[in-house]
């Protein structure tokens, strides 16, 4: 009985769930490793705003981020608010007032739409299945 009862201490211990944490950590670790190549490459296509290749291999990351983990998603509103951010500076470098609002209203135009399409996309087609 008594190594019986040890091994019942042994299995509900703290301490074995550190192995179970660090398993179940392995995929957000993917995740974020794959996270951040794509919100670089998505910082990029601003330098380049006619060149599609930094927002698609920026989507081909952010899908690959996807397929380890569903909380992937939350990287979308990081997108969009780094553009917003980018037309605060661009909007305040030209004298132009800004605030909040108007920085994200602003952000709602074609070439935002577009470099952020191929992610909207990706993250759609991956929800509905």
Request: charged residues 10%; positive net charge.
């Amino acid at each position: 009985w008594t190594s019986f009862a040890v091994a019942c201490i042994f299995t509900v211990h703290p301490t074995a769930s550190g192995v179970v944490n660090y398993l179940s950590a392995r995929s957000s670790l993917l995740t974020a490793t794959l996270l951040l190549p794509a919100m670089v490459t998505y910082m990029k296509s601003f330098d380049h705003p006619r060149y599609r290749a930094p927002a698609l291999v920026s989507a081909f990351f952010f899908c690959a981020a996807l397929f380890t983990k569903v909380e992937a998603i939350g990287a979308l509103p990081v997108f969009f608010f780094y553009d917003a951010w980018q037309s605060a500076r661009k909007r305040i470098a030209a004298g132009l007032p800004s605030s909040p609002l108007q920085d994200l209203i602003h952000a709602l135009n074609r070439t935002t739409l577009l470099r952020i399409l191929p992610i909207v996309t990706i993250t759609a087609r991956g929800v509905s299945t």
